[in-house]
């Protein structure tokens, strides 16, 4: 009887010493963003900082595609990449160069990513910035 009860045992030891808040690799980040796109500007509400962020769009620029997920926002425009940390409770931006145009984008938990003709753009929800990396020649 003891030996069959011990793994249970043990198991629910290992629940109780494990500290909340730990992810691994597995777990699903929660919905901590919002995107709210507006004729002039971008609004993200960010659950973590509970408060909107605003960013202005500039005049005459198009909003060409957006998305969010976990705790990253990302916006594509005619000039801009713009991208919002719910962590970091800020908005960053890279601008496009002339030619270059969107391929895809994504955000999921706290990357986002935008490819275009001529790089890559990754967001990342712990720093709030984005790293770029330019494609070779073909």
Known sequence: MMTKSFPTIVFLMTLLLVPPGIASPGDVVEQEVYLLVRERELLAFSAVGNRWVTQNLISGERV?????????????????????????????EERLEVGESMVSLTAEGDVGAVITNLRAFGFGAKSGRWTVKRFGLK
Request: charged residues 15%; without cysteine; proline residues 0%.
């Open 64 to 92: 060409l595609e957006n998305t969010f997920d976990g705790h990253v926002a990302v916006v594509v425009t005619s000039v801009r990449v713009l991208g919002f940390s719910a962590l970091t409770n800020r908005w960053d």
